[in-house]
């Protein structure tokens, strides 16, 4: 046999056998999904159960903890004058934007038209605002 014929050949079923090995790799993903499921649909199942047991005992429906945020209003819009204010009044003369609940758009409005005496700062979803003067 011609080498190049042989090297075809090597080619071809080493790319057999990697498509051989993605369909197998595929294969054991979805059992272990399917595991996994079927794990967490029996741990909900023992949940209830115990719930059930605890409701039998004591005769109430046993506590659930579940995280909610704290309801919160509008954002407020400020005047730069009141924004001042309250700056002014801050340690560092800086205020935390989501904190204080103040509209970011509105903040970033009043910042760009007055960087002589604004600045934001923070770190991605938490930013400030700093009086310069």
């Not at 741990?43 to 309801?71: F, I, N, Y």
């Amino acid at each position: 046999m011609f080498p190049e014929a042989l090297a075809m050949t090597t080619d071809l079923s080493a790319l057999k056998r990697i498509e051989e090995l993605k369909t197998q790799i595929a294969k054991l993903e979805a059992d272990a999904i399917r595991e996994l499921r079927l794990k967490r649909e029996a741990l909900q199942a023992e949940l209830q159960s115990v719930d059930a047991q605890l409701e039998a005992l004591t005769g109430s429906q046993p506590e659930t903890k579940s995280r909610k945020r704290a309801e919160r209003g509008p954002a407020r819009s400020l005047p730069l004058q009141e924004l001042k204010d309250l700056l002014t009044n801050a340690p560092e003369k800086t205020v935390n934007i989501r904190k204080e609940n103040l509209d970011l758009r509105n903040i970033k409005v009043l910042v760009e038209a007055n960087p002589h005496l604004l600045k934001l700062g923070g770190n991605g979803p938490w930013p400030t605002v700093t009086l310069l003067k």
